[in-house]
């Protein structure tokens, strides 16, 4: 009986999201390739350094790391850790590191990120959502700083999988690869559910960091902020639950109670508005708000938040 190959795995933006899953998945055993940018001279030199609270130091070396998407091997899976701004220039990169019927998984936060994206990419490749819960960032080039979690979730967007059934086999194949590299990891039965879930935490914290140079630890422990929070969360819990998607029961107060328990944390928006680069205003805010009206439902805070943002990210871009 012929054994089935190991997938090869590719890193389309290695930044501190494609870094981290990258790097140990490589470590598990499997077959990586990293696709980079500015980083690409130090990661050749270097090789990726990943600091982390939960695994230890590891490191990576030498790196399968490539500067030109032709350089690349076909990949059978493709995880995209870049950021949701860039997403109409990746997709042609995304087309030629596939492999036939390759699974791409979005490593993004924000909502319909994969709608925008999949009619960009040709229709025999399956795509996929996948939800990181993780406190990390890149402290230099090719080096990550993890603080906590580390949790990645998948769900079924996409692509020529005809029935539920054959949807749920890759996403638990997918789910498997994360297994296998020591992370806790689901198959999601409904993406845009899981989207809506994750919006309840993003929505405030990355504004609100953007917003009140403030850290999660200064955000929590001021009452103003605090009960902004709640209210902003429980805004975008009464739109995903006007759209016909479920929120676990007492919702935001777990999720209070669960950054209350987190290393102080500066989340992604922070360090990009803080470094200059085009924030995800349009995954994170715009395209919640627009299905949150479009339901029917007025979210006035997050609204605010999201103005308040832009105004900022005009002043910088002037």
């Known amino acids: ?28 055993g499997y077959d990586v390739h990293f696709l980079l940018r500015s980083e690409y001279a130090a990661v050749v030199e270097q090789g990726l350094q990943l600091n982390s609270a939960v695994h230890g130091a590891v490191q990576l070396a030498p790196v399968q790391a490539y500067q030109r998407v032709e350089d690349m091997p076909p990949c059978d899976w493709l995880l995209v850790g870049a950021k949701t701004t860039g997403n109409a220039e990746l997709a042609p990169l995304i087309a030629k590191a596939a492999a036939p019927g390759a699974k791409v998984v979005l490593l993004q936060n924000g909502l319909a990120v994969e709608d925008e994206l999949r009619p960009l990419l040709p229709d025999t490749l399956h795509l996929l959502g996948g939800l990181c819960y993780i406190c990390v960032h890149r402290s230099a080039p090719g080096v990550i700083e993890h603080q906590a979690l580390g949790a990645i979730n998948l769900a ?79 805004e975008v819990i009464q739109a995903a639950q006007a759209l016909g998607h479920g929120m676990p029961e007492n919702y935001a107060d777990k999720l209070l109670a669960a950054t209350e328990r987190m290393p102080d944390y ?53």
């Open 266 to 318: 500066l989340p992604s928006m922070y360090h990009d508005f803080a470094q200059g680069r085009p924030a995800e205003l349009h995954a994170i805010y715009a395209a919640p708000l627009a299905a949150a009206e479009a339901g029917g439902i007025d979210m006035p805070k997050v609204r605010a938040l999201y103005q308040a943002l832009r105004f900022i990210q005009a002043r910088q871009e002037a």
């Open 1 to 28: 009986m012929s054994q089935i190959p190991a997938p090869r795995i590719g890193i389309i933006g290695t930044g501190a999201i494609g870094g981290f899953y990258g790097l140990l998945l490589a470590r598990a």
């Open 156 to 234: 079924y967007h996409s692509g020529p999988a005809n029935d539920d059934e054959q949807r749920l086999a890759l996403v638990e194949e997918g789910a498997g690869l994360f297994r296998k590299a020591g992370l806790d990891s689901m198959a999601m039965p409904n993406l845009a559910q899981t989207r809506w879930q994750k919006l309840v935490w993003n929505v405030p914290y990355n504004g609100l960091s953007v917003l009140l140079d403030a850290d999660t630890r200064r955000l929590m422990a001021n009452p103003d902020s605090r009960v902004l929070i709640r209210d902003m969360m429980l």
